[in-house]
């Protein structure tokens, strides 16, 4: 499992690399974290002739707070957004769903920019970007494009980027502390692609949801929000029964598919098993974002 | 949880207590966690080593009309391509005992018969040009239909993978033993059950490494690589490759990343990079990686048991016949069929029951070739019998505790021969099932299991009892040979292993041996063993494992299989501590002008036994013995260097009725697990778990408690995780870590584990095996447990593993 031979090219700033990648265009990776393009270059499932290493440009790694959101670089790590207390005070969500991507070390290694770009429908933090209502910058030589979550995701393994675009910055507005969130994947083994992945963020005023966001990874090609799902709790009251009635409503809108892991019907079963769950956990911990 | 890589032992043996026994913390430990280990990646024997990438089939069945490899060997840094057409007149077929074997060699010919087969080897500077090349090699094939299920292969219809053989089914024995036709006739009850087993590997963090060197000048064959024995393979290894036993050399390093029985069968791979170097002209090296690793080397069998028992009202076993079919994939591949013979003297388990019938039949299938996989066809033995029993408690409404209790083997029937030949020295088997039974706290169990129940929950118990076998004998293989086969000439028997130790002229000793650990710490209870004889400490003995069948001493059953260096090494490392100690006395009474029975070794000196004052360090007589060797009397030749070999004396070749004492040793092992089906999730949650061995004795507890850990891990995967999953084309669907779910120690389970310690009669030291037993016990009491846990709703499920997929399948089923 060797790969076979490409360019590699370790540009220290930005503009750099993105004139090589425009120069280079499909033949051209960007390599970051690299969890999930170096197995695939060892089997050699993809040849690329170079690559291009956004490692050594200052300034692509940060969690910050800018007014109403959280503002995080391309090549930040999944273990950053997991021990960010930024995101635990503002987005929790989407640390939880860094931390149940694979093992540590790969959570040291691979990066929030590279997760999004390669948009696999069993990642989690796809997941977590739609619930959260965020955006994605891409950066070419051309200039900055910004994507809506649900502009971004074309299906499995593409999105929105052209060829000479590099995914720069993810955009999270601070989730109001009044909110109920949660995050779950459900797997056959510790640290494996979940089968399964759930997020939901939930706002209630006066004894009514005013705010569902609902989102279920890991068994449609692309990976959505139910905005169906989402409508039909607007406006009730939260209880066990709607909760019960929404996750089944929910399976309406997947399409699973039996093979060795799991048949389709126990997908399915468990979509409504997680999802209930899901909406059940959010309502509980209403108001406890940033505690 | 904290690493602890103090390098004092957690106790410390005083003058009265022995290093044997005690928890010393594993000496390989210190290097083998700093990343200094000496593994194959390592070694660099040679100059000028090049380097293999392999060539498999995309095709679980084709015939291979053309390859043209001129491109490939074109590519600057690639030296040679090696295809079957070089190797016909280069190798014979690998011997092996089978009616209908079909040729095996190290790689295809003129068929491919497995997805993942070798069809050619790049020989080339290095790695990643070796696999470049391998994209330009063209091979036309003519795909043929496969056959991958067992019971379909075996049927008149299936596609053949070995033409001229005229069928799938490489042996097929039928032997009956008491009266068990007249059994099943008199019985009250006869319960009948299909059970099926699941194809899955063992998962060695290190994979399979070979450095093969042809030297052409002497026609003989060097060959580093990590190999775990038996060293009966030495045997067929020499007769493939067409050369004299002293002219094939098998080197292992010090550190292999584990084995588990997979790397017995690596030894077709040392083959075919031998060969690659033999066409080359040089060394040749080869690492497989992990997608090999799940696609091209081994695996345990897949198995289907048709099991019959005959019984009378009050639960007396009278009878068993079993009806066992196992896919050993596309080759017959020794050490197969051990599968189906590893077991002959333990068939009946622990039990009474005299009459047996062994329908036992070995298929091939276009799979890859099987072999030894931890607890080598216990596993699928003590599943179907297990599940067996259980079924005749639940048909004649009796506790499955009380079935048992009333067939297992009383102290008394020790030492007891099994109706298949099998020898079980001594041992108190109710004892160690009630020490569980009371752990477990059984009858306050079935309570809490009954109000649970009550509150809807899916809860269930399961028990299960093993006999282990360990340090197998070297002759069970020969159960299979044909009546006129011109083996039954040449009986095999024993189960062997060397040890040599030398005291230098400083009085350091060495402990050399051949037995190719992969990680159970050989080097830790050989210096325990040592430590104890000299009365010194461990610390200061080197112990050299690994292997070298050029330069050291060894016998064709030497490894580290059978769970057998506590019945077989340790035993040939006291009694080379004994040769030496006996020589020292000697020289030491003939210095001290005493006898030599006036002397005992005690704290490292040769005291005297009336006189304390009178003694000689043991440094201070190995300085004598080799540098003023003039003054030592002649009857005491020079040197101070011991080899001793040990053969378990009761593993017999065997015998005029087809019985056979297949292992010297036999541990014996109670699981009780307590399980839940979580009603939303349909996963399996392991409540409670408890083990109850007699292992005899201990050599170091500590070692004992890992290999029990490990073998529970690997009979979690096993039961809820594992399987390698070929479609109807042969095609594997399991090929990377993605599809094939190797669970790891966050799947890992509490165990509350005990011990009775009867030391084995047969061996100086007492120890029977421990390795392997986990692996045993763990399927058939997890499959019972969730059993039990679906009577309420009448269903059952026999076949591994039991996924929550398949639970949800079967409870929505039962709603129905």
């Known amino acids: 499992m060797k790969p076979s031979s490409f360019e590699m090219y370790t540009p220290n700033n930005i503009e750099d690399a993105l004139s090589l990648l425009d120069k280079h265009g499909d033949e051209a990776k960007i390599i970051t974290g690299g969890q999930s393009l170096v197995p695939t270059i060892n089997m050699r499932l993809a040849t690329p002739k170079s690559l291009i290493d956004l490692n050594r440009i200052d300034g692509l790694r940060y969690i ?86 649900e502009e971004f995701f074309y299906g499995i393994f593409t999105t929105a980027m052209e060829e000479n675009e590099i995914l720069t910055e993810v955009e999270i507005p601070i989730v109001p502390k009044e909110a109920g969130y949660s995050f779950s994947t459900l797997t056959r083994i510790h640290g494996d692609f979940p089968l399964l992945a759930v997020g939901v963020l939930m706002e209630v005023e006066e004894e009514k949801i005013v705010k569902a966001r609902l989102t279920v990874g890991g068994i449609n090609p692309l ?19 709607l909760f019960y009635e929404a996750a089944q409503s929910s399976k309406d809108f997947m399409e699973p598919e039996s093979d060795i892991s799991a048949s389709a019907e126990y997908r399915l079963h468990m979509v409504g098993v997680y999802v209930e769950e899901a909406l059940k956990n959010a309502w509980q911990n209403i108001g406890k974002v940033g505690n | 949880m904290s690493i602890d890589i103090q390098s004092k032992p957690t106790e410390t043996p005083s003058k009265d207590k022995k290093w044997v026994g005690s928890k010393l913390n594993r000496l390989e430990d210190k290097r083998l966690i700093r990343g200094k280990g000496n593994y194959m990646e390592d070694l660099k024997p040679l100059p000028n080593i090049h380097h293999a990438a392999i060539l498999r089939s995309p095709h679980g069945h084709a015939r291979i009309k053309k390859i043209d490899y001129t491109k490939a060997i074109d590519i600057p840094g690639v030296r040679s391509v090696l295809v079957g057409d070089d190797i016909r007149d280069w190798v014979k077929p690998f011997p092996v005992v089978a009616d209908n074997p079909g040729k095996y060699f190290p790689m295809a010919i003129d068929k491919v018969r497995y997805v993942g087969e070798p069809v050619a080897v790049v020989i080339a500077e290095n790695q990643y040009v070796a696999e470049d090349a391998l994209d330009l090699i063209n091979v036309e094939y003519e795909a043929l239909s496969a056959t991958v299920n067992i019971e379909e292969a075996i049927s008149e219809e299936a596609p053949l993978l070995h033409e001229e053989e005229g069928t799938n089914v490489a042996i097929q024995r039928n032997t009956k033993f008491g009266n068990v036709d007249e059994a099943f006739e008199e019985a009250d009850t006869v319960v009948k059950e299909r059970v099926v087993f699941n194809r899955f590997t063992c998962m060695p963090l290190e994979t399979y490494g070979v450095i093969g060197h042809w030297d052409s000048s002497n026609h003989a064959a060097n060959i580093w690589c990590n190999f775990q024995g038996p060293f009966s393979m030495h045997a067929v290894m020499a007769k493939a490759l067409g050369v004299v036993p002293n002219k094939l050399r098998i080197m292992v390093p010090s550190d292999v990343g584990g084995g588990f029985g997979i790397k017995i069968t690596i030894y077709p791979y040392s083959c075919l990079i031998t060969l690659a170097s033999r066409k080359a002209g040089v060394p040749v090296k080869w690492i497989e990686d992990r997608r090999e690793n799940l696609i091209g080397s081994s695996s345990g069998t897949d198995r289907v048991t048709y099991m019959e028992m005959a019984a009378k009202k009050d639960g007396t076993i009278t009878g068993v016949r079993y009806k066992i079919m196992d896919s050993v994939g596309a080759y017959i591949r020794p050490p197969e069929p051990g599968t189906i013979f590893r077991p002959y003297g333990n068939y009946s388990g622990p039990y009474k029951f005299r009459n047996v019938e062994l329908d036992l039949t070995a298929v091939m299938t276009n799979k890859v070739p099987t072999g030894p996989n931890r607890g080598y066809s216990c596993g699928q033995l003590y599943h179907a019998l297990e599940r067996t029993v259980d079924k005749l408690a639940h048909t004649l409404n009796i506790d499955p505790v009380d079935l048992r209790r009333k067939n297992i083997l009383e102290p008394s029937q020790f030492p007891y021969t099994t109706p298949t030949g099998g020898y079980y020295d001594v041992g108190d088997y109710p004892a160690v099932l009630n020490k569980l039974l009371k752990s477990a706290d059984y009858k306050q169990l079935l309570k809490k299991q009954e109000e649970m129940r009550k509150q809807g929950r899916h809860v269930g118990i399961g028990i299960s009892l093993a006999v282990d076998p360990a340090a197998s004998n070297m002759g069970y293989m020969d159960v299979g040979t044909p009546k006129d086969h011109s083996n039954k000439e040449r009986p095999k028997s024993g189960s062997s292993e060397a040890a040599t130790i030398t005291i230098d002229y400083g009085g350091g000793i060495t402990v050399t041996l051949n037995t190719a650990p992969q990680g159970q710490g050989h080097e830790t209870v050989a210096a325990q063993i040592v430590a104890d004889q000299f009365g010194c400490s461990p610390y200061d003995i080197l112990v050299t494992t690994g292997s070298d069948t050029g330069t050291r001493a060894w016998t064709i059953a030497s490894g580290a299989y059978s769970s057998r260096f506590s019945g077989t090494a340790a035993n040939a490392i006291l009694m080379a501590c004994e040769g030496l100690i006996v020589k020292m006395k000697k020289v030491a009474s003939h210095l001290m002008e005493c006898s030599t029975e006036n002397l005992d070794v005690i704290d490292g000196k040769v005291v005297h036994k009336e006189d304390a004052q009178l003694s000689m360090s043991l440094k201070k007589l190995a300085g004598i013995i080799h540098w003023n060797p003039t003054i030592l009397p002649d009857e005491i030749s020079n040197g101070l260097t011991h080899t001793s070999y040990f053969s378990l004396d009761s593993v017999k070749p065997v015998d005029e009725n087809g019985r056979v004492n297949s292992s010297g040793l036999y541990s014996f092992a109670v699981d009780l697990a307590l399980v839940e089906i979580d009603k939303k999730t349909f996963e399996l949650n392991i409540l409670k778990y408890y083990m109850a061995h007699d292992i005899g004795k201990s050599l170091n507890p500590q070692i004992v408690e890992g290999q029990l850990y490990g073998g529970m891990l690997h009979g979690l995967a096993n039961t809820l995780y594992e399987e390698m999953v070929y479609d109807k084309n042969g095609q594997i669907l399991t090929g990377t870590l993605m599809d094939y779910t190797c669970p790891t120690s966050a799947e890992s389970i509490d165990l509350e584990i005990d011990h009775l310690e009867t030391p084995s009669t047969l061996t100086p030291l007492g120890a029977r095996g421990t390795g392997e037993v986990a692996t045993m016990t763990v399927p058939a009491a997890l499959t019972n447990a969730v059993n039990d846990a679906l009577k309420p709703y009448n269903v059952v499920i026999n076949d591994l593993p039991i996924t929550p997929s398949k639970l949800f399948s079967i409870l929505k089923e039962a709603e129905k």
């Open chain 1, 223 to 241: 990976t959505e929000r139910i905005v169906d799902v989402e409508e039909m709790l607007i406006g009730k009251k939260p209880s066990d029964e």
């Open chain 1, 64 to 149: 910050k707070k800018e007014d109403n959101k959280i503002l995080i670089g391309g090549v930040t790590r999944h273990h950053d957004l997991e021990t960010s207390s930024l995101i635990k005070e503002h987005c929790p969500l989407l640390g939880l769903a860094a931390g149940c991507i694979g093992h540590l070390a790969i959570r040291y290694r691979g990066t929030i920019g590279g997760s999004l770009a390669h948009a696999d429908p069993a990642a989690t933090l796809p997941v977590a970007l739609l619930t959260l209502d965020g955006k994605v910058k891409t950066t070419s030589v051309n200039g900055v494009r910004e994507f809506d979550a």
